[in-house]
């Protein structure tokens, strides 16, 4: 069966100038990935998101539509 995950994820630069992508696949369940540009490190973040669903299986998600107010 094939799902969409929608998840929040940050993308930062560490001192050594390595681009790190995070998100949270479930409260106990953290995945990074690792690259030399933000986009890299994103595409090796799906990979490993991927690998995570793999051996854990995919979490419940409760999808709802919400009026958010411009910024």
Known sequence: MRRQLHLPFIVGQDEDGTW?????????????????????SLDDLRVQIARAV?????????????????N
């Open 20 to 40: 790190v992508a995070e998100a949270a696949l479930t409260p106990d369940i953290f995945v990074s990935g690792e690259g030399d540009t933000r986009e890299s």
């Open 54 to 70: 793999a051996d854990s299986g995919a979490p419940e998600q409760l999808v709802i539509e919400i009026d958010v107010p411009d």
